[in-house]
């Protein structure tokens, strides 16, 4: 049976005394969830996230990373000085990053090795567009992000990856995929790793859906039989709502 894991992505917000007050409220209310929380939080956040998360269940995780290990590469971070902070995740190949700052299947390739070198948890992100939505091309727009992102990377490596799919037309419009259409979507991404790993391989794999979920519709998503959780946007940026979509089963 796989397990839910509800990771918040706070993109650019949230200075560190914010960081600091959103933990200290948040803990105390999911501490007695059976299911994974992380907080993926900017880079000036990560140590003061760090400290305050120890002696409870909130893991912390980065929004983006380097490949290379070092060099010259101003205003970059790698997988390396995560992992020296204790850093456990990292958000790779996120739409806005595609959108705004290039990001490529190659680069989220490259990315998601170098993170597992350093034996770093990638959430790795897939979704299409409202245009490709509309012309019918969702799965093979998924599944050929799945076959490039994932080049060389072994099936024991598999085991080590969470994938979000996030339909780029749901992210911070208050759209939302329907359920059959968000477990569907990514049935098929189970389905293209069963085709490159095997099945067994394939259903072990924790597939998160993102893209507008709030507490009002978290727990219709994640009972679907795919749906392992979810990277959820705005609605992270406040403890008391982020806490319901955690305990959505309570």
Do not use: C, H, P
């Given at each position: 049976m796989r397990r839910k894991v509800i990771a918040g992505n706070w993109k650019m917000n949230m200075l560190p005394n914010e960081a600091i007050n959103f933990i200290d409220e948040l803990a105390p209310i999911v501490k007695d969830t059976k299911h994974e929380v992380i907080l993926c939080v900017p880079y000036t956040d990560l140590f003061y996230a760090l400290l305050n998360v120890q002696e409870t269940n909130i893991k912390i995780g980065a929004q983006n990373m380097h490949w290379e290990e070092n060099g010259a590469y101003t205003g970059e971070v790698s997988g390396k000085m995560l992992k020296s902070i204790g850093v456990e995740y990292v958000i790779i190949g996120h739409s806005e990053r595609r959108q705004y700052f290039a990001e490529t299947d190659e680069t989220v390739n490259k990315k998601i090795k170098s993170a597992l070198a350093v034996e770093l948890k990638p959430i790795v992100c897939v979704g299409?567009?409202?245009?490709?939505?509309?012309?019918?091309?969702?799965?093979?727009?998924?599944?050929?992000?799945?076959?490039?992102?994932?080049?060389?990377?072994?099936?024991t490596e598999l085991e080590k990856i969470i994938i979000a799919y996030e339909p780029i037309?749901?992210?911070?419009?208050?759209?939302?995929?329907?359920?059959?259409?968000?477990?569907?979507?990514?049935?098929?991404?189970?389905?293209?790793?069963?085709?490159?790993?095997?099945?067994n391989e394939a259903n072990g794999v924790i597939i998160q859906y993102g893209g507008s979920v709030k507490s009002s519709n978290a727990k219709e998503l994640f009972e679907m039989s795919d749906i392992d959780g979810g990277l959820v946007g705005g609605a992270s940026l406040k403890a008391e709502e982020f806490s319901k979509i955690v305990n959505f089963d309570i």
């Open positions: 299409e567009t409202l245009e490709q939505r509309e012309s019918g091309v969702t799965e093979q727009i998924i599944t050929e992000q799945i076959e490039k992102a994932f080049e060389g990377i072994s099936a037309w749901a992210i911070g419009t208050g759209k939302t995929a329907t359920k059959e259409d968000a477990n569907t979507t990514i049935m098929q991404i189970r389905k293209k790793l069963a085709e490159m790993y095997g099945q």
